[in-house]
């Protein structure tokens, strides 16, 4: 199992929930993210992963989602 690499805003997740839940039901984990950043984790009910994965994984998230939101970028989109 693996983490989305970017996560998903929000209003993008609220959006589009049936097929986020239906690709972590298939053992997808897919970040949520709030302006910029990671706020959730959804995996699979039946997850084998150990605490130290979950949060390894939620790291990764959070350091690509740092690196790809630029102040300026989030300011001119409306997001302060």
Request: charged share 35%; no cysteine.
């Given at each position: 199992?693996?983490?989305?690499a970017?996560g998903?805003?929000?209003?993008?997740a609220e959006?589009d929930?049936?097929?986020?839940?239906?690709?972590?039901?298939?053992?997808?984990q897919v970040?949520i993210?709030?302006h910029g950043?990671?706020?959730?984790v959804?995996?699979p009910?039946?997850?084998?992963?150990t605490?130290q994965?979950i949060f390894d994984?939620?790291?990764r998230?959070?350091r690509?989602?740092?690196s790809?939101?630029?102040?300026k970028?989030?300011?001119?989109?409306g997001?302060t």
């Open positions: 199992m693996r983490f989305q970017d998903i805003d929000l209003l993008e959006r929930l049936l097929q986020i839940v239906e690709r972590v039901s298939r053992g997808e970040g993210t709030r950043r990671l706020v959730a959804l995996i009910g039946h997850s084998q992963l605490l994965e994984g939620m790291e998230i959070r690509r989602v740092r790809k939101s630029k102040v970028e989030l300011i001119e989109s997001r």
